[in-house]
């Protein structure tokens, strides 16, 4: 058997789980290809920041997500080196493209950049 391309159903299903929720689906989407901000993502969900940085916590818990810091600003993305990224690309690679959200929040002039 592939070592590589099993997961542990234990493992399986806490993904799975945190990918239940619609948001952190979404969000997840949006981080396999770039780098937000809390502020930016409560933009794009119109939600609360406590509500955006929960969603960030679980998925950082588990160790899909990593953060960076800039300046004053903390920047999320994928965690590209997490055990099962292989598992979470598959998934990912299966969803439809969350980029009109962030088109959207440049047009409005509310994308962060921080070099």
């Keep these: 058997m592939d070592t590589k391309a099993s997961i542990e159903m234990e493992k399986a299903a806490q993904i ?25 993502l409560v933009e794009i969900y119109k939600a609360s920041q406590p509500a955006m940085s929960q969603h960030l916590r679980k998925l950082k818990d588990i160790g899909l997500v990593k953060e960076k810091r800039k300046g004053h600003w903390i ?9 099962h990224y292989d ?29």
């Design 16 to 40: 799975l789980k945190v990918f239940g929720d619609k948001t952190r689906l979404s969000m997840m989407k949006i981080l396999q290809t770039n780098e937000c901000c809390v502020g930016e």
């Design 75 to 83: 920047f999320y993305s994928i965690n590209q080196t997490y055990k």
């Design 87 to 115: 598992f979470l690309v598959s998934i990912l690679n299966s969803l439809p493209s969350q980029d009109d959200r962030l088109i959207e929040l440049e047009k409005q002039g509310l994308r962060i950049s921080c070099c």
